[in-house]
């Protein structure tokens, strides 16, 4: 961490007639965020800033905006520019190109002790107050104004936005400020977040200006801290549920003294014994760790594994089946969420309970009215998922949900063919998997208005209901506005799931064409309305899953209906050579597409770029290794993958790693570093969880789930994934309730934290593909 002096450079500071700036979408900040999210974008007072500094200073005005890139002095915690945009050149700063209201850029990548110098002059003393601009996926950032070194006005929080790039602009006062020459310092109390800009206004005339004042040695803005050392662990951590035979297996081990562990079997004899690595910290928890592999390992059995010095003595198994229950578990769980069924014990067993939300009497909310459906028209939309730990249901959501299920069926079909998960459909000669994945597309299709193919964003109470079970929640359900996003994802799915369902004609007479129709009738109403983003009515307050840039969603959509069609149009709307691929997320879907496509390959027209198709997953597979080759942990996750909702992140990497492995066998690491992320989920990590719900040694009891705190059972539903560590928790139960501030371990077993501890459909999806991928692919 180095101290970067600019003292050779100038501010450029703006008034409200001048230029502003904005933020980018081209950063690794692009990442999933909770099912609960609400988005919120205002419109910036101003257009983007110039690229060089300015050379005189404006007229003093009661109003100066500072654009964050156009500081005078900084400190940033990675020296490098992990943004990439080229605007401060040699600066460490994480500036970034804007797609907020008037372009420009933005600063991204915030994290805590960093901060911002600049530099103003107030010829005419008054009250001011802050405006800031500022887009996050996730809530907990924080920053607090000091002028000449000392707070000034309240800490200022960045709220969850909907997105990196869905601006929001958040306000404080400051007080009285005297006149002349200052210093104003942006310190960051926490992150992540981006910030576009900062404007000063004073209420009863004052007036300020741009100062260049002249660089001293140091900054008043620097305030030197004792940085969080770095620990050695206690425990091992290893997968809690066990390993197969042929798998890769892996304990990271407490950075001690030794040099070698051994294997006991079950009558302690030793089996095997090895070099640890050696000792490296993982940065996302501070602990310095070393790594025992013992892969050749292949007799099934219980084991622990030892090692000098440690007192805890990890306990593991090895089997042929070692990863089915959990597989059955987290595909089950959408069961225990459905709407609109009665769950008996017959099915549910201990879980069994009344029917919840009918949903036949749904009414039009004013933001959804139209000629044909008037505000308070009635429509009947039954079925479907629960989003996650609340009563809603939410199609941006269910889309890459149900695509995940769908493709989990369509790579592994035999595994799921032999599958019977108890459920009221069992036996009807469909894989459960289908008929489950069928609930929730049943309601998507009632979504969909039949006069013009537009679909409804939400089907919600206005606002979230307490902890009770579903038929106790009697609420009025709307359906809230028609949206690009939620239509294209809807266009997606349904045309992902007609080449799914086109198998099973006997079972499901006309049913694939059915949704194929609605498909291209979405993706038709999507062209015509490109551009309509949700806005969350003021009287609803629950998810927003607001999404404005909807390239990914036109990607995806048109990928789909082109395989399922064979009309080459499609696969020219879709512009593959400028799409990249990314981790999944429900904001960000372009890699579905890409997912489809490499699974269709033999059956895609001449018009398709099978080599683009295959490479674009094995990049962005390869990247994954690399940053698992140089982690302490051994596992592709670095701080920045630590969001609302995390393990649901590293799962659609390992996802991403399957689909690219499947491509080419022999790239045997992609397998291996899926595996790794598995293993991280189910207790290969600093918490010392598994994070799936009935699962492991040690799994989350107190889930943020309505039913599973509502239903007077100790035990939560099984087989949820918990949305895992992140830093957004001083949202929900407080921070002081958070075991530690570090963000790899900023985890808490606790009903209140919805930002750490709720789960979500679009989380268990990914961890269903992954558990079957792993069973079928890894060699026996």
Sequence with gaps: ??????????????????????????????????????????????????????????????????????????YDSNAAN???????????????????????????????????????????????????????????????????????????????????????????????????????????????????????????????????????????????VAPPTTTVPTKIRLNQ?????????????????????????????????GSLSAAATWEPALESVKIADFSSLTKTGNYKIRVTGVDDQAAFAISETAYGPVNAAALKAFYFNRASLALVAANAGQYARAAGHADNIVKIHASAASTARPEGTIISAPKGWYDAG?????????????????????????????????????????????????????????????????VYHKLTSKGFSGFVMPDQDTSERFVVQKTTAATLDFAATMAAASRVYANYESQHPGLSAKMLTAAKNAYAWAKANPAIYYSQPSDIQTGGYGDENVKDEFAWGAAELYIATKDDSYYTALNPASLDANIPS????????????????????????????????????????????NSAFSVSLEKGDFFWGSNSGAMNQAMILLEAYQLDKTKHQYLEAAQSLFDYVLGRNPTDYSFVTGYGNKSPMHIHHRPSAADGIEAPVPGFLAGGATLDGTYDCGASTYPSPLIAKSYVDNECSYSSNEIAINWNAPLVYVSAGLQVLTAK
Excluded at 137 to 159: H, R, T, W
Excluded at 423 to 433: A, K, R, Y
Excluded at 587 to 612: F, R, Y
């Design 1 to 74: 961490m180095t101290k970067h002096l600019l003292g050779s450079s100038l501010i450029s500071l703006f008034l409200l007639s001048a230029c502003g700036g904005g933020g980018s979408s081209t950063s690794n900040n692009n990442l999933p965020s909770s099912s609960s999210t609400s988005s919120a974008s205002s419109e910036a007072t101003s257009s983007s800033s110039s690229s060089s500094s300015s050379s005189s200073a404006p007229a003093a005005a009661t109003s100066l905006r500072l654009e964050a890139e156009d500081y005078i002095d900084y």
């Design 82 to 224: 992990q943004a990439g945009a080229d605007y401060r050149k040699g600066d460490g700063v994480d500036i970034e190109a804007s797609t907020d209201t008037g372009g420009g850029y933005n600063v991204g990548y915030i994290d805590s002790g960093e901060w911002l110098e600049f530099g103003i002059k107030v010829t005419k003393s008054g009250n001011f107050s802050a405006d800031a601009r500022v887009a996050s996926a996730q809530a907990g950032g924080k920053f607090q104004l000091e002028l000449d070194g000392v707070k000034i006005g309240d800490e200022l929080q960045s709220p969850n936005t909907g997105g990196w790039q869905s601006w929001q602009t958040v306000s404080g006062t400051l007080g009285t400020i005297a006149e002349g020459a200052h210093s104003l310092c942006v310190q960051m109390k926490s992150g992540p977040f981006n910030l576009n800009w900062i404007e000063l206004k004073s209420s009863d005339g004052g007036a300020l200006e741009v100062n260049k004042p002249t660089k001293s040695t140091k900054s008043a803005c620097d305030h030197p």
């Design 241 to 273: 549920l066990g390993f197969l035979p042929a798998a890769q297996k892996i304990a990271v081990v407490p950075g001690v003294a030794a040099t070698s562990f051994s294997i006991v079997d079950a009558s302690n004899t030793e089996v095997l014994s």
């Design 390 to 454: 609340d009563y809603n249901k939410y199609i941006v959501n269910s889309g890459i949900t149900t695509y995940t299920l769908l493709a989990a069926f369509e790579n592994f079909p035999d595994y799921f063919k032999t599958q019977n998960l108890n459920i009221p459909e069992s036996g009807n000669s469909v894989p459960d998997i289908l008929n489950e994945t069928l609930w929730n597309i049943e309601w998507m299709l009632a979504m969909q208005d039949p006069n013009d193919g537009g």
């Design 586 to 629: 429900w904001g960000s879907v372009q890699s579905l597409g890409w997912i489809s496509l490499a699974h269709n390959l033999d059956k895609l027209t001449a018009a398709a770029d099978k080599t683009l198709i295959k490479s674009k997953l094995d990049a962005l597979a390869a990247t994954l290794v690399s940053k698992k080759q």
